[in-house]
DNA sequence: CATGAATGAGCGTTCATTCAT
DNA sequence: CATGAATGAACGCTCATTCAT
């Protein structure tokens, strides 16, 4: 078990190493040098763990980005009313966001760019997301909470866009303010938008 | 003048083939070469007009980006009504990108990765545009059309993050439907959720 | 002894092991992991029987290959008659070497490359097999049977290419026929390219 | 003109500095910085002219392998007598390689090693020349003056490798003697062999 | 004896940038 | 102004070898 764990501390450290690397530097400047010495490891022990480099961006997404999801997904399906769900989503994001500034840097500053090639892994996309998002406005339709003539997919990218942009946003001034005091503005403007 | 006007169109054929070439490969995978060639110039001559590949990257912001900010601003001065303000934008800013995709591309997917250090350059963000939308939802509030409780650089960067997501998505998606058509849902649920 | 046994089955597995990755990918890009994979053991553990990688290979022209000289010595020496001899030479090597493919990829297409660096290793080149030859040359000149003014250490050579470029290009067609075959032809070429 | 010339010259003295790299390292242990060292040029400048390592060394084959083995045709095609040629072709073999053993030792001792991966350039195999050596002896049993029983695909193999061995043992004595004096003793071995 | 995780030197290759023509 | 050949720094990745367990 002790070796066990420790193989996964390894990993994980080159993992988190990256996630810093890349949120400091960007995925292409950062070298894997970059990420072995933040990590404390030999650059060739990177490659025990992680096929190349585009492997520990596609795994950031896999396992931290995911995983988040599925957070966010859990602890959403205890509420039911869909108007309050949709509110302790972006809180629960810009929360999560806040707390994981560098994951939050490669999530949002990287993405993008990444989304390119990350059409091959299909791992890698948001669509869980938005569907996490698209499910929630659905609910609140049928729960008469939402307008019936909402356009669903379109709305669902509008509001994860805005969520996105608000962290860029922050990342891009240097964290200098709390994000999470952007929640309720911003749950305000799309419950009220999505209202009957 | 005829000198200045061909020295312009040489300039202006590179910029675009930067912008046809890094909307194609990506700003870190579009080569020199590749600029070079689609522009039908020797790789030399780029650096006769720019400073650099990032110089190359800066002047599209510079003076493409800029000018349809410009252009906004200027179509939108002639409408008095903010809540139509809102919802021209929003159909301005579709209908462009759809017209220009290859710029849509650079904006969208290399816009972030590139603000990093693009806020060097204080030219290159985005903070007019965001400045455009902040005083069309403070004319609405006086106007008596947009609450006034709304926390408006909150707001105006969901707005934003909500137009660009709905452009990446539609690029992701490999441009297979009308953009165009997002706009009055997006105008629609913004303008809602400002209403009194 | 059964200890001894066991270790001279390990020592032996890796050095078949490195015979047939050798023969199938080559020296240099066979790698000491291919090598351990291929003998059921661990990578350091190769490094407690040979001193490195060179050695390996090394090891094997030293034990597997002059086992076969001396074999083929052994085998002629029951011969009286010189011709014969040769003729019986050509058809044990051809033989042999059909017999076990890898070992003879790895001394004909490895030998050549390696023989670079082998200079240095005294035991690893084939004085002793074209000193059999030339052996038997004179012999036949003693013997009356073949000519006096024979050049015989430039034909001893010629033989032995002759020999080894009759295996390589077998293996480079893909053992696709009996390489057995070639003998007769190849013995009577340089028996009558010998004889009085 | 001068410019073609001198673009000739590099791409000349690139390939020269190749041969006499992997003459002396091997064509493995050589780096392109030995080349390019050899060559007096950077090492990005060998990828101006050759698509990577191995187009390098394929290149070898095709311009100068290949041109001696038409240069040996065209000399050999003014004789008639398929005797005489077979003698002329065992001369011109050693003395060209004595006269450039750089590109002697590459083609002999790269070579093997090489026709591994070099099954898969067509232009790189050995073909050309056994079928020059095929064609003399067939039209040597035309003539009537060998031996119509000879097995001409066996016996052309066996040729070439007397030639190819004798190269290399002079290779790996350090040159220390007249290669040009193995030719009688060779070509009379051959044509006393495959005499009626 | 055996393991295999860790190391890190080393190499092929790319490409932004320069400059002689 | 324009060219494009040449440069060489930089980086991802491999793999022989070591050594703590």
Known sequence: ???????????????????????????????????????????????????????????????????????????????????????????????????????????QLELRQSRHFMSAYPKTDLKVYFDLIGDIIEEGQQQGLFRKDVYVSAIKRAFFGALDETVTSWLLAGKNYDLAHMADPLADLFTRGLRE
């Open 1 to 107: 078990m002790a070796r066990v764990k420790k193989t996964n501390d390894k990993r994980d450290r080159i993992m988190n190493a990256a996630i810093a690397s890349f949120a400091q530097y960007g995925y292409h400047q950062a070298t894997i040098a970059d990420v072995a010495r933040e990590a404390g490891v030999a650059a060739g022990t990177i490659y025990l763990y992680f096929k190349n480099k585009d492997d520990l961006l596609i795994s950031i997404f896999e396992e931290k980005v995911q995983r988040f999801i599925q957070e966010f997904h859990r602890q959403l399906s205890r509420e039911k009313n869909a108007q309050v769900k949709l509110s302790k989503l972006v809180h629960l994001h810009l929360v999560e966001m806040q707390k994981h500034p560098d994951l939050a840097a490669v999530f």
